[in-house]
């Protein structure tokens, strides 16, 4: 069994914090693009599966249920570069500022991003209406 590793990697509750929030944040500032990238992962875990069967009967037979779970998938996997991206943030912001800044910035980012969503699904509503 590995017990040890040849390095030491740290991460305390206040850094996961503050990526989660920087995260959230881009994620809903940026709600466009994150449905653009969960819908061009499930185009590719659908046509990647496509490979793993040798019958188009069996492969027909089951694209429901693997269709949905391929845009289960995609939206998982989409938080992904959100969470790298803002991990990125989280770090400059935490060098430049501190790291109870960090925080701090990381809570009116995601609370910024929050109002916008929501303004931008009300104009999107109210242009619908019309």
Do not use: C
Not at 47 to 73: I, M
Not at 110 to 116: F, M, P, S
């Amino acid at each position: 069994m590995l017990t040890e590793f040849p390095f030491r990697f740290e991460l305390d509750a206040t850094t996961l914090a503050g990526i989660g929030l920087w995260s959230l944040a881009l994620y809903l500032g940026f709600s466009p693009i994150s449905e653009w990238v969960m819908e061009q992962l499930n185009r590719w875990f659908n046509f990647a599966e496509q490979f793993l069967y040798t019958s188009v009967e069996e492969f027909e037979r089951t694209r429901k249920g693997r269709e949905s779970l391929n845009a289960f998938y995609a939206s998982l996997f989409s938080i992904v570069p959100f969470l790298i991206v803002g991990g990125l943030f989280n770090y400059g912001v935490e060098v430049g500022l501190g790291q109870s800044w960090a925080l701090s910035v990381g809570i009116l980012a995601a609370i910024g991003g929050g109002v916008y969503e929501l303004g931008r699904r009300d104009g999107r509503a109210s242009r619908e209406e019309d």
